[in-house]
Antibody
Framework: QLQLQESGPGLVKPSETLSLNCTVSGGSISSSSHYWGWIRQPPGKGLEWIGSSHYSGSTYYNPSLKSRVTISVDTSKNRFSLKLSSVTAADTAVYHC?????????????WGQGTLVTVSS | QSVLTQPPSASGTPGQRVTISCSGSSSNIGSNTVNWYQQLPGTAPKLLIYSNNQRPSGVPDRFSGSKSGTSASLAISGLQSEEEADYYCAAWDDSLHGWVFGGGTKLTVL
């Protein structure tokens, strides 16, 4: 059964770079049929898509975050990562990783539990 | 402010039928399919409905989805207490070139 698990620092200082990993088990991140994405949820608020990446290198980002975001796939470790630079308190959120099937409108069908990242000095 | 608009709350009694609406525009719901997610307290979102009205394996047929124009709805019949959760709609937005979500609806089972 496919499982996704987020990991990374729970506390990041303002202006620094937030870095998270998502380890995939029960499936291959090198699947040509799937994209891997990040979605975040500020405390008490709704969901916001950050971006998605394919193992081939195809990547697309939320235009509002694009200048600060990098998502990359590491096939040797069967995981993908998120880097968000120049963070502020507004980036405090639970960050979920998720999988979707290739296709413009196919949904995110498997999600990780999420990890809380707090931006504070 | 979310791109898709949902009522912040909804409620029903056990056994009742409840509906949750999701309003968008021509660039998202009007031209693409809608997905619904259920998020139980302290857990990850779970795909409930995809492609407007399709249920993933394991989702009871008490859950149904529909779409008309630039709006969509999620209906839950025979409401159960364990379905007290947050529900989110989502769609691809052709203008924003990204996924957009509703702000979520907190469903309370009275």
């Amino acid at each position: 059964q496919l499982q996704l698990q987020e990991s990374g620092p729970g506390l990041v200082k303002p202006s620094e770079t937030l870095s998270l990993n998502c380890t995939v088990s029960g499936g291959s991140i090198s699947s040509s049929s799937h994209y891997w994405g990040w979605i975040r949820q500020p405390p008490g608020k709704g969901l916001e898509w950050i971006g998605s990446s394919h193992y081939s290198g195809s990547t697309y980002y939320n235009p509002s975050l694009k200048s600060r975001v990098t998502i990359s796939v590491d096939t040797s470790k069967n995981r993908f990562s998120l880097k968000l630079s120049s963070v502020t308190a507004a980036d405090t959120a639970v960050y979920h990783c998720a999988r979707k099937t290739v296709g413009a409108t196919t949904p995110f069908d498997h999600w990780g539990q999420g990890t809380l990242v707090t931006v504070s000095s | 402010q979310s791109v898709l608009t949902q009522p912040p709350s909804a409620s029903g009694t056990p056994g009742q039928r409840v509906t949750i609406s999701c309003s968008g525009s021509s660039s998202n719901i009007g031209s693409n399919t809608v997905n619904w997610y259920q998020q139980l307290p302290g857990t990850a979102p779970k795909l409930l409905i995809y492609s407007n009205n399709q249920r993933p394996s394991g989702v009871p047929d008490r859950f149904s989805g529909s779409k008309s124009g630039t709006s969509a709805s999620l209906a839950i019949s025979g409401l159960q207490s364990e379905e007290e959760a947050d529900y989110y709609c989502a769609a691809w937005d052709d203008s924003l070139h990204g996924w957009v979500f509703g702000g979520g609806t907190k469903l309370t089972v009275l």
